[in-house]
């Protein structure tokens, strides 16, 4: 997880990140297609990867891994 700090902004950070892919989510979504629709905002997997972590084990997101598919708490 990449954290905020005086060198890295809260933008550029992984929960500026997951701001991005939780605003997303409006409606049960594959997690490829939220890839697709982020990746010109975030620009990395691995970045979209932290974020999917963070908003899961925030409660705020569900992630069904045997359907794929990503939606809103």
Do not use: W
Request: aromatic share 10%; with cysteine; hydrophobic share 40%.
């Amino acid at each position: 997880m990449i954290t905020p700090n005086k060198f890295i902004s809260y933008a550029d950070s992984s929960l500026g990140y997951a701001d991005k892919v939780y605003a997303a989510v409006v409606e049960p979504i594959s997690l490829g297609d939220l890839y697709k629709k982020t990746a010109q905002s975030i620009g990395s997997i691995e970045l979209f990867l932290y974020a999917i972590e963070i908003l899961h084990l925030s409660d705020v997101i569900q992630v069904n891994l045997t359907t794929g598919t990503v939606s809103r708490c």
